[in-house]
Structures are given as structure tokens and as C-alpha cells.
């Protein structure tokens, strides 16, 4: 029987330069797509506690690589977008090492509110093993980009990512 890591079939492009400068629509899924985030009222993302903890977890990413910009985000209840701007090329794979440190770090401070605040518990993990990135290639589609992801919030009750539809 293969195992779950080897038949995953990796969504990275193959033939794609992942050490080079450029910029990165990224998403993060919560495991089992829970709403551990905080909820949408009114078409506008209100974040509990946990979502202001991953929200000032993604503005520390330039503190803690000082080749990468955030440009625009948002923390959903379930998931998050967002882009990020690498600036120098790098020979290790910064994209993966950011997303992995990110989503680390973030299951570590989850795990401390559990246990000092009581927010609510995840199960095995707190994030998707994997997550979604797109390379943005021109102003076009950044712009497009920045719009869905400021506009997501009123398009929360089609979102495939909704558990509740």
C-alpha cells in the first residue's frame, strides 16, 4: 500500500526556478477546512483571537526573512491569501521555507492558545499539508490578484472553502 507522502502529486512547476526574485499568490487551507479564524459578518472578515495571532504571524515574515515583502492579505475564517515578494534570488527554495516556517510557527502559538485561552481545538494539524501558489507574471494579474483577495470576504457564502455550503 502506498503511503499518503508518496502518492501526493507535488503542485509545484517542474520546470520553474523557485530561487528567483518574484512575487507569489499564495493560499493556506486550516485542516478539515475548520472556521478557527474568526467569521464573516456583513461581507467583512472579523478575526477572533487565533486569526489576529496568524495575521501578525504574516506581517513578522519580513523580520524574519528580510528578502520578502507582504504586499496584500487577508486570514479567512478557514484559509488565508495573500501575496509575497521575493526580491533577491536565493539558492535554497525561499517560497517552500517561508510557508513551511510560517505555518509551523503559527501551530505552535495555536497550540498555546488552546492551552492559555481555550480557543477552539484543531485535530492532528492546524494547516492543509500542502498550500496553493500561483507565480504572478505581469501587473495584470497582479492587480487581479489584489482584488480578489481584498474582495474576498463578500464572496465568503460561494467560497468553495466555506464548510458551511
Not at 23 to 35: D, N
Not at 73 to 99: A, D, R, T, W
Not at 116 to 145: A, G, M, P, T
Request: proline share 4%; glycine share 4%; hydrophobic share 35%.
Amino acid at each position: 500500500m502506498e503511503s499518503e507522502r508518496t502518492s501526493r502529486r507535488s503542485i509545484r512547476l517542474t520546470e520553474y526556478d523557485y530561487s528567483l526574485a518574484g512575487m507569489y499568490f499564495v493560499t493556506v487551507v486550516a485542516q478539515l477546512k475548520l472556521c478557527l479564524f474568526g467569521h464573516v459578518t456583513n461581507e467583512k472578515m472579523v478575526l477572533n483571537d487565533a486569526g489576529n495571532m496568524i495575521m501578525n504571524s504574516l506581517l513578522e515574515i519580513p523580520n524574519r526573512y528580510p528578502y520578502v515583502v507582504c504586499d496584500v492579505f487577508i486570514v479567512m475564517p478557514n484559509h488565508l491569501h495573500g501575496i509575497l515578494c521575493f526580491e533577491n534570488e536565493y539558492p535554497e527554495k525561499p517560497l517552500s521555507l517561508v510557508i513551511g516556517s510560517f505555518k509551523s510557527l503559527t501551530t505552535v502559538s495555536y497550540i498555546h492558545g488552546v492551552e492559555q485561552y481555550k480557543w477552539d481545538v484543531f485535530q492532528k494539524r492546524l494547516w492543509q499539508r500542502n498550500y496553493y501558489e500561483h507565480i504572478i507574471r505581469n501587473e495584470e494579474s497582479l492587480n487581479n490578484i489584489r482584488d480578489y483577495i481584498l474582495y474576498n470576504p463578500t464572496h465568503w457564502n460561494t467560497d468553495t472553502d466555506n464548510p458551511l455550503l
